[in-house]
C-alpha cells in the first residue's frame, strides 16, 4: 500500500474517532436499556443503570438469528463497524446485530454521565459486570435464549470470552479479535503508565475536573494511539524520518485527545486489569479451566507483534479452548493491535472473509 495513503488512513481513523459519540442521521438510533440499580460483582451498585446499544437488522420470528457486538475500551457501539452491514461477516440482510456500548464508555452509564455518582463516586467495575449488563438486555429485554454469536475486538474480544465462561449455553459462537483471557502485567505497566499521563495533569484535580484534562489527554492519546497500539516496524514503514514522526504524533494527539472523557478511560481502564476469566465464580482462579470450559465454537484473530494484549496470550487461549481455531490476522507487515482496529482496507477484507466462513459452519 502507497504509504501516503497508508498514513490518510490512519490518521482518519483517528479523527473519525474523536466524533464517535455524535450520533448521525443515517445511524441506527441510540437506544437506553433501563436496568434500574445495577449490582456489581464487587458488592458496589451503580444506581439507575443504563445500557446504551442499537440494532440493525430484523430479529426473526424465533429469535435465532441473534449477534451481540461487544465494544473495546475508550470504544462504542461503532467498534466494529467494518464487519456489520450487508454482505459484510456480520450481514444485516441474514442477522440481527445487537451493538452495545460498555459501562464506563461515556453512552452507557459512566463517571462522565451518572446523575446520582458523578466523577470520583462512580463505582468500579469489571468485564464481568459489563458481560452481565448485555446478558440482561439480550435475555430480559430482547428474550434471546440462544445467540449466534458474540463477537468484538480488544476489551471486546475479552467480553466475548468472558460470555463463553459465564454463560456457556448462550451463544453457538465467538469470535474474539486482538483478546486477552487475563491481563498481563505488561498491559497493565502500559495501562498504568497512560492513566498516570492524565492524572499527573494538575488540571485532573483528582479525578474532580470541571473541564478537559487537556495535556493529560494529549499523552494519553499520543501514547496509545500513535505508539502502543502499532509496532517498531509498521511505524518505520508510515513514517521515514524522525521528523514526520513527530509531526505524525501531533496529528494524533491534535485529533484523538477530545476522544474520551478521562475518568471513563480511567475506571474502563482499571476493568481491563482486572480482566481474568479464571476469576470467575466456580474456576478459583484458574484460568485455564476457563478456558478449557468454553463450549462455544471459537475463532480468535490476533495482531502479530501486539504490544497492548499480546499474541501469545491469545495463542494460547486458542491451545486450551477446545476446538479454538486461531488466525493471524496480518504476518506480512505485523501491525499489532491496530490489526483489529478497523484501519485498513486489507486487514478488514480478511478478517470479513475468514468469520464469514467461520459463521457458515453452524448449524
Known sequence: MNIAIMRGLVLGLVF??????????????????????????????????????????????????????????????????????????????????????????????????????????FPEFNIRDMVNSQYRLVSDHFGIQKLVAVVGASMGGMQALQWAVSYPNSMQAIAPIIPLAKTTAWTTGVLEMLRQSIMTDPAYQGGKYDKPVEQGMRLWAGWLSGVIVRTPAYLDQLNTSAAAEIEYLHKVQDGGWKRMDANDWIWQSRAYDRHDLGQTQGFNGN??????????????????????????????????????????????????HLSGAGATKDENAFQNKVITEFLSTLK
Open 16 to 121: 473519525a474517532t474523536g466524533a464517535t459519540f455524535a450520533h448521525k442521521p443515517d445511524e441506527p438510533a441510540h437506544q437506553k436499556y433501563a436496568e434500574g440499580n445495577f449490582a456489581l460483582e464487587n458488592g458496589s451498585v451503580i444506581k439507575d443503570f443504563e445500557l446504551s446499544y442499537t440494532t440493525q437488522g430484523t430479529l426473526n420470528a424465533d429469535k435465532s438469528n441473534a449477534i451481540l457486538m461487544v465494544t473495546a475500551i475508550g470504544g462504542n457501539h461503532h467498534r466494529i463497524d467494518y464487519l456489520i452491514g450487508p454482505g459484510k461477516a456480520l450481514d444485516t440482510n441474514k442477522y440481527f446485530v445487537i451493538c452495545t456500548d460498555a459501562i464506563g464508555n461515556g453512552l452507557t452509564s459512566s463517571p462522565s454521565n451518572s446523575k446520582q455518582q458523578a466523577n470520583i463516586d
Open 287 to 336: 484460568t485455564s479451566a476457563a478456558l478449557k470450559s468454553i463450549k462455544a465454537k471459537t475463532l480468535i484473530l490476533a495482531g502479530t507483534g501486539d504490544l497492548l494484549n499480546p499474541e501469545s496470550d491469545a495463542k494460547l487461549t486458542a491451545k486450551l479452548v477446545p476446538g479454538a481455531k486461531y488466525l493471524a490476522i496480518n504476518d506480512r507487515l505485523p501491525m499489532g
